[in-house]
């Protein structure tokens, strides 16, 4: 199976910071990635899908980037409202595999 | 609004069975395959199984088959997760998700309902 490896695994940011979060997969997976983002307590939320489309409703500051086996995630410009953990995804084939996480906290 | 409501976890013993429902609304159910999708406290996401909009195809991650069913209603919008066997590692809070016709992404999801394998 395809292995996804999200990192950092934790990654500490102030208000206002650009962050990048960076998902490796063990071989390629063309552009079939999303990224989702999870609050605690609370469901996953998709983020982008297909590498780089952003979803409806999500703030232009997130953006993502990549093809193949490297993928990133970036935010700019961190808002309160941003600190959560980031997912990625693999879609590309079964099984569906995820990332472990990236956990973005405050500075 | 789409709405995706779990129901049926609890506390069950090892070598137990549980049945997860999911009841959706706000969308043409039958359109979309479905998926569960579970999370074991304080880790990662990890996906279960899907199931084709008729019901013709299912798939399953590797440590649940032959142990866990999925299965769907449109007639009712709603999809069931049949688990047998259940063990200790099997705890979770399992989401009800809504895949997205032509892909395998996850773009609704329940709140989420609570399994706990224990003696």
């Known amino acids: 199976d395809i292995q996804m490896t999200q990192s950092p695994s934790t990654l500490s940011a102030s208000v206002g910071d650009r962050v990048t979060i960076t998902c490796r997969a063990s071989?390629?997976?063309?552009?079939?990635l999303a990224w989702y983002q999870q609050k605690p307590g609370k469901a996953p939320n998709l983020v982008i899908s297909?590498?780089?489309s952003l979803e409806s409703g999500v703030p232009s500051r997130f953006s993502g980037s990549g093809s193949g086996t490297e993928f990133t995630l970036t935010i700019s410009g961190l808002q309160p409202d941003d600190f959560a953990t980031y997912y990625c995804?693999?879609?590309?084939?079964?099984?569906?595999?995820f990332g472990g996480g990236t956990k973005v906290e405050i500075k | 609004e789409v709405q995706l409501v779990e129901s049926g976890g609890g506390l069950v013993q090892p070598g137990g069975s549980l049945r997860l429902s999911c009841a959706a609304s706000?969308?043409?159910?039958?359109?979309?395959?479905m998926s569960w999708v579970r999370q074991a406290p304080g880790k990662g996401l990890e996906w279960v199984a899907n199931?084709?909009?008729?019901?013709?195809?299912?798939y399953y991650v590797e440590s649940v088959k032959g142990r866990f069913t999925i299965s769907r209603d449109n007639a009712k919008s709603s999809m069931y997760l049949q688990m047998d066997s259940l063990r200790a590692e099997d705890t979770a809070v399992y989401y009800c998700?809504?895949?997205?016709?032509?892909?395998?992404?996850?773009?609704?999801w329940g709140q989420g309902t609570l399994v706990t394998v224990s003696s």
């Open positions: 998700a809504r895949t997205r016709i032509a892909t395998a992404i996850f773009d609704c």
């Open positions: 706000g969308f043409t159910f039958s359109s979309n395959w």
């Open positions: 199931i084709k909009q008729d019901g013709s195809e299912k």
């Open positions: 071989q390629s997976i063309s552009s079939w």
């Open positions: 297909k590498a780089s």
């Open positions: 995804q693999k879609y590309n084939s079964y099984p569906l595999i």
